[in-house]
């Protein structure tokens, strides 16, 4: 059973324009998510993370909503550069994080035109 | 600099081969991880250990075994007995007990690529 979904493969969009990203999940214990941003034959990087008693979160290009409700976040980036290409991955923390643990979705890969 | 390392980067063995693959961090981070990602799909977690000399299994541990003798060190052992371990292995550490933050984000490796001939 799949706990966070990102239910678009792929993204395509023009460079300077708005990416949104976009994760849902099931289980109402997650009370901390994270973004990771990852390059092809590498690791993921840390882009930005939202705890769950905030419905916003914003550093820079990137900010992150949360919608818990509706068990979905997004993550909008403005304005889009071609060094963004890359596969994102939304993750959830079970519990209150003491653990570490998390689970991913599937990911999506952004493509930023020229 | 701080990080987590992974070696080696590519690595190929003949089926029916165990091979462990290396992970060490110097981030003083207790807890650490293994993760497999497969082409389409997510990170999937095979092992993790909060602790040394402790360890749990995760969603997929069948066929792999690992160790956590060292708080530097994770090593992850690929037995015969997985089936599919063609795939791409990333190794990740998190939460600094002494930091006092209650959230930890996971800082990952480069990766092994792990190819069974």
């Known amino acids: 059973d799949q706990q966070v979904k990102q239910n678009s493969p792929s993204l395509s969009v023009q460079e300077g324009r708005i990416s949104i990203l976009n994760c849902d999940y099931t289980n109402s214990m997650f009370d901390y998510f994270l973004w990771y941003k990852k390059y092809p034959a590498e690791g993921p990087t840390f882009l930005i993370s939202i705890s769950s008693i905030k419905d916003k979160n914003e550093d820079g290009r990137f900010t992150v909503f949360l919608n818990k409700s509706a068990k979905h976040l997004s993550l909008h980036i403005v304005p889009s550069q071609p060094g963004d290409s890359a596969v994102y991955f939304c993750a959830a923390s079970e519990g209150s994080g003491n653990t570490g643990k998390l689970i991913f979705g599937q990911g999506t890969t952004l493509q930023v035109k020229p | 600099d701080g990080g987590i390392t992974q070696s080696p980067k590519y690595l190929f063995r003949k089926e029916g081969q165990n091979v462990t693959l290396s992970c060490e961090q110097n981030?003083?981070?207790?807890?650490m991880y293994w993760y497999r990602q497969d082409p389409g799909q997510g990170l999937r977690l095979i092992y993790y250990s909060q602790i040394v000399n402790d360890f749990q299994k995760g969603d997929i541990a069948e066929g792999y075994s690992v160790s956590r003798e060292k708080k530097e060190s994770f090593p992850l052992t690929v037995t015969s007995a997985q089936k599919n371990p063609t795939a791409f292995y990333l190794c990740?550490?998190?939460?600094?007990?002494?930091?006092?933050?209650?959230?930890?984000?996971?800082?990952f490796g480069p990766g092994t690529r792990l190819t069974v001939l």
């Open positions: 981030l003083n981070h207790d807890a």
């Open positions: 990740a550490s998190s939460i600094d007990r002494t930091s006092g933050k209650l959230y930890n984000e996971q800082f």
